[in-house]
């Protein structure tokens, strides 16, 4: 079965500790890997797309990384204005039915 | 440009009932998606809607329906609303071509609560 795993649910860092999310999936034929980020009350905002192994994105603070069985983003030197919820999401194998993790619900503290 | 708009941004209904939602993607868009967001579930996909046609449908039952417009817009409709509805609801937008879940531009959303 397909599935979209993301750790850690929750995560606490101090303003400037820089530190790493994890998205691991079990999809055959990955056609892709997106990561959004969300505010409380807000819909979710696309950030990156990754389509193979080895391929990096960056924006800003973040970095987006993907091997084939795990992706990672890497936030440096984060701010407080980073706080919020990091999505990333698969569509399985044979579906084009986007499949979404849980969430890692970042803080960040002054 | 403008974002995808969402109305209403909260709606109160009682068990029962039924519900419209509607939708305005980013002009220029023509694919809709609609998710259910729930604390228990997480952000589920329900279906996407491209030139007025349902390509695609997540495994919600047939209470939940949807159509989307010659100019884009997209309503969704639940019927027979039951507690368990109770949830945010995502409209999101993208240009044709693109794989679904990819480069989604989502609005606000809108959140129900049924009591």
């Known amino acids: 079965e397909d599935q979209v795993t993301q750790s850690p649910e929750a995560l606490r860092l101090q303003e400037g500790e820089s530190s790493s999310l994890n998205c691991s999936y079990t999809v055959s034929g990955l056609r892709g890997l997106f990561w959004y980020r969300q505010d409380p009350g807000k819909g979710p905002e696309f950030l990156f797309t990754?389509?193979?192994a080895g391929e990096e994105k960056e924006k800003e603070r973040l970095k987006a990384t993907l091997t084939k069985k795990e992706s990672f983003l890497h936030i440096t030197a984060p701010k407080p204005e980073d706080s919020a919820t990091y999505l990333c999401a698969v569509p399985p194998g044979g579906s084009y039915i986007p499949t979404f993790g849980r969430g890692t619900s970042l803080i960040v503290h002054p | 440009k403008a974002g995808v708009t969402q109305t209403p941004r909260y709606l109160i209904k009682t068990r029962g009932q039924q519900v419209t939602l509607s939708c305005s993607p980013i002009s220029g868009h023509r694919s809709v998606s609609w998710y259910q967001q729930t604390p228990g579930q997480g952000l589920q996909f329900l279906f996407e809607?491209?030139?007025?046609?349902?390509?695609n449908k997540g495994n919600f039952p047939g209470r939940f329906s949807g159509r989307q417009f010659s100019n884009s817009r997209s309503e969704m409709n639940v019927s027979t609303l039951e507690l368990g509805d109770s949830a945010l609801y995502l409209c999101?937008?993208?240009?044709?071509?693109?794989?679904?879940?990819?480069?989604?531009?989502f609005g606000p959303g809108t959140r129900l609560t049924v009591l």
């Open positions: 809607y491209f030139s007025e046609t349902q390509r």
């Open positions: 990754l389509y193979s």
């Open positions: 999101a937008s993208s240009l044709p071509g693109t794989v679904q879940g990819d480069t989604q531009y």
